[in-house]
């Protein structure tokens, strides 16, 4: 018999959180056994210098002088001083200037804050310290710039070292919250990070956080505040166009509404200048993307033959619910919509009401899947029963399994249920968490033996990532432009080893990177310039607008021009000879 797994090791985040915390909760005892240390070592040696005929050794007189050692008074004695007389005489000046230290960065925290965010560049401002804020905040400033970057970025500049790429590059980050009994304030500011209170649509507020020298904005409150400080930020800055230090200021707007986000997100390519880009994000369409990659509905490859076709079971047509099959559904449609319908089996008090919302929301969804609507509550006699399951017949058997209901009990409890059914057949069952913590923690520790096919998939921990958050459209449509330019020179012949910028775009070359960025920025104002505007549109199967031979001339030479500045300002200089 093979010995069970060790638990996985708790994040190295994790690890240094809690000895932070350990740190903090034994810090003041540590100080206070040191001052009175401190007053007894002093109070033995003044009483052996005073045996010695050198004042009066009563104990008092002793004391009192022992105590004046913290002011820097009566350590001046005439040698020989005792040994115990002379550690105090420097432990007690220690012991003093670290808690007035500590006692005035309190007081005085709010200006030390300020001054260290004038010395910032191209730092984060988060709007807003709920869950999604509080965890993208302190994500942030775990990965915030350490010395031997700083010493690694001046070596650079100097000609001494190679620069950075730009891969991972941390950020310094600031949290505006305008609640000051927020217990996230806290939290954040022990991680690292600099907390501004104040109301975030205030001008004011966003000019203490640094927001002229910012490279992103992010608004995490409800969609309202959200849109409200895009627009006060972008009004400060077209008003003072001088106090703008670097490149635009890309303005991050969480929308919670996955309708309103699909509808907005044109304003990506055509809401933006040399000041001001926003960015629209919504965090569980991110959710949702890395919990299908992660826990595939249909791993197999297309085109490949199996006895059991996928059939996907989904518990909870919540948000989070919806997007996962619209988002599932897409996939099955672009790349095996050939083997027929997807097979979906959707379990919820209203489900036959939201399937019908939904495919009249997305015309094609009804032609990539098959959907079996049951409704019903999770707590009911006819989710108990399981006779949506399929398990009587392998071709009708649910092949995975998404708890996606918004009560974590519920949803872990359901997720149990249906887990004891499938465990026969070792088919995975994933259910929606809120955090790592808690039920997550159980999943991946103590219960992951117990209940091996039963996953846990904390939902803000992996949405509120910032590489998610961050990206937005612009990184899309830039990924999107490499992978079309390495697939057209790859086809004549050329390599990455050859040419440098063929290689995937997560080993990219920084400068590389930023001109495919740059093109996705100028893809909206190539657009606007031939009379095209970029909608967004649900029918997954419409045919793209073909583009006329003059219209792919003149985007061709807009793209060039652009390319030609972005190269020229960038200190290239054109050559006849071999490009160097």
Not at 242 to 259: A, M, Q, S, T
Not at 375 to 403: C, K, M, N
Request: glycine letters at 8%.
């Amino acid at each position: 018999m093979s010995a069970a797994a060790p638990p996985p090791a708790p994040p190295k985040s994790r690890r240094r959180r809690g000895r932070r915390a350990a740190l903090r909760d034994y810090e003041w005892p540590v100080v206070w056994v040191i001052a009175f240390l401190t007053l007894v070592l002093g109070a033995w040696g003044f009483w052996l210098w005073a045996a010695r005929g050198g004042g009066d050794p009563r104990l008092p007189e002793v004391t009192y002088r022992s105590l004046q050692l913290f002011v820097l008074e009566s350590g001046d004695v005439p040698p020989p001083v005792p040994w115990p007389l002379q550690v105090a005489r420097f432990l007690a000046p220690m012991v003093a200037v670290y808690t007035a230290s500590k006692a005035l960065a309190v007081i005085f925290r709010g200006q030390l804050e300020r001054a260290r965010v004038r010395t910032w560049r191209g730092h984060v401002v988060v709007c807003g310290l709920g869950r999604k804020g509080e965890r993208l905040t302190r994500l942030l400033a775990e990965r915030r710039p350490r010395r031997w970057w700083a010493w690694r970025r001046l070596l650079a500049r100097l000609g001494l070292a190679r620069p950075a790429d730009g891969r991972g590059t941390p950020r310094h980050v600031v949290a505006i919250e305008r609640h000051p009994g927020n217990p996230a304030i806290t939290a954040c500011r022990e991680s690292g990070a600099v907390v501004v209170e104040g109301d975030a649509t205030d001008p004011r507020t966003l000019e203490r956080a640094g927001l002229a020298r910012a490279d992103f904005l992010v608004a995490l409150c409800d969609d309202g505040t959200n849109a409200e400080i895009a627009m006060q930020a972008s009004d400060w800055l077209h008003e003072q166009p001088g106090r703008r230090e670097g490149g635009p200021l890309r303005c991050v707007v969480h929308l919670f509404d996955p309708e309103l986000w699909e509808l907005l997100r044109q304003q990506e390519t055509t809401g933006g200048d040399e000041l001001f880009r926003l960015q629209l994000c919504n965090v569980l369409d991110g959710a949702a993307r890395v919990l299908l990659a992660r826990h595939p509905p249909f791993p197999r490859p297309a085109g490949a033959t199996a006895e059991r076709p996928p059939h996907v079971l989904l518990v909870g047509v919540g948000r989070l619910g919806e997007t996962l099959l619209v988002q599932a559904a897409r996939a099955w449609w672009r790349e095996r919509r050939g083997e027929g319908r997807l097979r979906v089996t959707v379990v919820d008090r209203v489900a036959g009401e939201r399937m019908a919302l939904l495919t009249q929301r997305y015309p094609r969804l009804a032609e990539a899947c098959g959907v079996a609507t049951v409704d019903a509550d999770t707590r009911s006699p006819q989710f108990e029963r399981g006779d949506f399951l399929g398990l009587d017949d392998s071709r009708t058997r649910v092949s995975i399994a998404y708890v996606c209901l918004g009560d974590e009990p519920l949803a872990v409890t359901a997720a149990l249920s249906l887990r004891a059914r499938l465990a026969p057949f070792a088919l995975p069952v994933v259910v929606r968490l809120a955090e790592e913590g808690g039920f997550a923690r159980l999943l991946a520790g103590g219960w992951r033996r117990a209940f091996p096919h039963l996953h846990g998939f904390p939902l803000l921990d992996e949405a509120c990532r910032p590489e998610l958050l961050l990206a937005g459209l612009r990184e899309a449509l830039a990924r999107a432009a490499h992978a079309a330019y390495r697939r057209l020179r790859e086809a004549q012949g050329e390599t990455p080893t050859a040419n440098p910028s063929l290689a995937p775009w997560d080993d990219l070359d920084a400068s590389y990177r930023e001109s495919s960025l740059q093109h996705a920025d100028h893809l909206g104002a190539k657009l606007r310039w031939i009379g095209r505007e970029p909608v967004p549109t649900r029918d997954w199967g419409a045919a793209p607008e073909e583009l006329t031979a003059e219209e792919v001339e003149l985007l061709a030479r807009a793209e060039h021009e652009r390319f030609v500045a972005e190269r020229l300002a960038a200190g290239w200089r054109w050559t006849s000879g071999p490009k160097d």
